[in-house]
């Protein structure tokens, strides 16, 4: 396994906001978090990349234990977060934003190697490098995110939220654009309120509800699960 959450609990203060969470991500796939506000998805995202740490329990990445390690050093080690509400620098360049994200690699030919490739996914921002990213659309603002995540070659992508506030088009286009990643062989970790849509994506899925793993299977299983259906697909 790529990724090994094993009985994680995480407080923020007093509040506990997950519960003995585990988890196994293989490698090369597309897994997703499914539950309602305040289930514990952002939280674990936020766990994994050492932006807040498990009270109990542990995280290893790649045969290495990280639930210790500060969030820079586990952005070096190969893990990369795309957060909600995308968070580019608005008064920064498109350019000046992936550089951002490559901060911690000091070859040039590296760098280089990776914006070709983040331009390969995001043609767009190619064409708008000197923009300001505050002026940019919410789905182009998106791409950026990813853009700059993807620009520190990571083999594990946190994406919390892509679809949040966009157009069913521009869903769609994202949509693919995860794909398309997970096709180049890097594996996704999926927070999405969209469960048809963070289904139709990925490989297998967690279901979290107030702080607890409570189901858990292949995407096709959860898809044709009854209370799946009626809680988080709308089929009554």
């Known amino acids: 396994m790529l990724l090994e959450i094993k009985d994680t609990s995480v407080f923020y203060g007093k509040v506990q906001a997950t519960r003995s969470v585990s988890m196994s991500i ?5 897994v997703t978090l499914i539950g309602s506000n305040g289930a514990g998805k952002s939280t674990t995202m936020r766990m994994i990349s050492g932006l807040v740490r498990p009270q109990e329990g542990s995280v290893t990445f790649d045969g290495m234990p990280i639930t210790e390690l500060a ?8 893990i990369a ?3 909600e509400g995308r968070r580019v ?7 000046e934003n992936l550089e951002m994200g490559a901060y911690l690699r000091s070859s040039r030919r590296e760098m280089a190697d990776n914006l070709e490739m983040v331009f390969s996914h995001f043609p767009r921002l190619k064409e708008r490098v000197d923009q300001h990213a505050g002026t940019m659309s919410g789905g182009e603002q998106q791409m950026l995110a990813m853009g700059r ?19 069913p088009i521009m869903c769609q286009e994202i949509a693919g654009i995860i794909r398309k990643i997970n096709n180049n062989g890097r594996t996704i970790i999926l927070v999405e309120q969209n469960a048809r849509l963070a289904l139709a994506l990925a490989h297998y ?10 189901i858990e299977g292949s995407a ?8 799946i259906q009626k809680t988080y697909l709308g089929i009554d």
């Open 71 to 78: 969030p820079e050093k586990i952005t070096s080690i190969g």
């Open 149 to 167: 995540a993807l620009m520190s070659n990571p083999k594990l992508v946190l994406m919390d939220e892509p679809s949040l506030g966009l157009s």
């Open 89 to 95: 620098f608005p008064q920064m360049s498109v350019m």
């Open 205 to 214: 899925g967690y279901v979290l509800d107030t702080g607890e793993v409570v």
């Open 81 to 83: 977060h795309v957060p």
């Open 26 to 30: 293989p490698e090369g796939q597309i």
């Open 220 to 227: 096709e299983t959860l898809r044709e699960n009854s209370d």
